[in-house]
């Protein structure tokens, strides 16, 4: 299985909405993905930040939701009200991400 974490800024006071966002409209479409099993968000009040965590079969399969993916680009667009430098179609958004793999 792999990991990926992706650090986003949130647009000061947005932090709930990006969960509701992540919640109501993000996880229906992750779901659909190919080797997706798990996902996750944490939010860092204090310094305005989102980080998720999404779990993949393959690194096949967490590849082709990475940065440039037609994937991250609806994600980014979905939460363009909340994300501080968003670029929907580079997925500018993000300002550190992290994949590793691992065994359960």
């Known amino acids: 299985m792999y990991a990926r974490t992706i650090v986003a800024d949130l647009v000061p006071g ?9 919640r109501e409209e993000v996880v229906p479409v992750i779901r659909e993905e ?10 860092d009040h204090r310094n305005h930040q989102a980080q998720t ?8 399969a967490m590849e082709a939701t990475a940065q440039g993916s037609e ?11 909340c994300l501080v430098n968003r670029s929907p ?16």
């Open 53 to 60: 965590v999404s779990v993949w079969e393959s690194k096949q």
């Open 14 to 22: 947005k932090a709930d909405e990006a969960v509701r966002i992540f």
């Open 34 to 43: 190919p080797g997706y099993i798990r996902t996750a968000i944490y939010i």
């Open 71 to 81: 994937y991250l680009a609806r994600v980014v667009g979905m939460l363009r009200g």
């Open 89 to 104: 179609s580079s997925g500018r958004s993000v300002s550190r991400t992290a994949s590793s793999e691992f065994t359960p």
